[in-house]
Structures are given as structure tokens and as C-alpha cells.
């Protein structure tokens, strides 16, 4: 909303372009600032509609944007805590039309709880057929599809609804790539 773009790189971090001067700026993970990027391979970037940055990386969690800071939050897999993010190894990132963040991870499709500032992750024990989450998308009666390294899920998040496809259902191979 800044008009700014956000790319998300294998091993530089995030690199913001500015259009209007033609810069770039980097943000980069340094071993000295806890509230830099978390890793270096950023897998995604997503601006929700409060205008918020989330970053992804691969190994390093999820990030949240503090542009009034210039910060970091970083949203990391805790074994022992059921509301942490399911891994930290983050491939997808969407918002759906009722403003609720969805993190697709190698771990579990995970919505973030922003009032209580956790996740609820969902996984096999849910229904899926896998908990590498490659990609999340919206259908336009609000269902979330997710697609696993095992098939496609429809997934209902008002009524928690799973409906599972596979080969046998038409697809070409039950395994997906990120997004």
C-alpha cells in the first residue's frame, strides 16, 4: 500500500524496490539484532489488508513487519507449545475475505489468532492427508483449499469441513510444489 515491492529471495533476504527513486533496500538477517529477519531464504511475502508485511522463510519462521520500528516479530515453531506455528519452514501465506491469515507450513495449515497473537494449527489429526502445506487458496464460498504432498484439500473453516482429493478423484499426482 506504500507502493512499494517486496521480493522475497533464496538467500538475500528481502529486497524492497522503491519505484520512485529506482532503490532497493535490503533487510537481511544479522546475527547481532534479534529483531532482523530470521533467515535469509524467504520463501514469501504478504501484505494483509492493515497493511501489515508478513515474510516467510524457509528455516526461519514467520516474520511479522513493524514498519514504525523498522523490526521483526518472529513467529517460530516451539515443540511444547501447541499455539506456536506449526514449522518453521513457512511455504505459503494468504489472507481470506474475512481478513483471517492462513500460514501454510511444512507442519500444518495454521491460522493466526490475531486478538490472542497465536496460531491454531490444523493437520492430519484434523483430517488432512498431509502436513506439508505447499499452497492455500480461497474459493469464492469462502472454502480454503490447500494443496499437500499428499493431495488437495477443501477445507470449510466455519464448519470444519475436510473434503480430501486425490488420484483416484482426477488428479494428475497427490503430490503438490510449493504454491
Do not use: C
Not at 466455519?158 to 503438490?176: A, M
Request: glycine content about 10%; cysteine-free.
Amino acid at each position: 500500500n506504500k507502493n512499494r515491492i517486496w521480493i522475497a529471495t533464496k538467500g538475500g533476504g528481502v529486497n524492497i524496490f522503491n519505484p520512485e527513486n529506482e532503490s532497493f533496500t535490503a533487510l537481511r538477517n544479522d546475527q547481532q539484532d534479534n529483531n532482523s529477519l530470521s533467515n535469509d531464504e524467504a520463501t514469501s511475502v504478504f501484505e494483509d489488508h492493515l497493511g501489515i508485511i508478513w515474510v516467510g522463510t524457509f528455516g526461519g519462521g514467520l516474520n511479522k513487519w513493524d514498519e514504525k520500528t523498522g523490526t521483526f516479530k518472529h513467529y517460530r515453531y516451539e515443540k511444547n507449545n501447541p499455539n506456536s506455528i506449526g514449522n518453521d519452514r513457512i511455504y505459503a501465506i494468504v489472507e481470506d475475505s474475512k481478513g483471517r491469515l492462513w500460514v501454510g507450513t511444512k507442519g500444518s495449515l495454521d491460522l493466526y489468532d490475531r486478538k490472542n497473537d497465536l496460531f491454531i494449527s490444523y493437520d492430519e489429526k484434523d483430517g488432512f492427508p498431509n502436513n506439508v502445506i505447499m499452497g492455500i487458496l480461497e474459493d469464492n464460498s469462502g472454502n480454503i483449499w490447500v494443496s499437500t504432498n499428499s493431495g488437495l484439500s477443501k477445507f470449510n473453516p466455519e464448519t470444519k469441513k475436510l473434503r480430501n482429493y486425490n488420484i483416484s478423484d482426477g488428479l494428475q499426482s497427490n503430490e503438490f510444489l510449493v504454491g
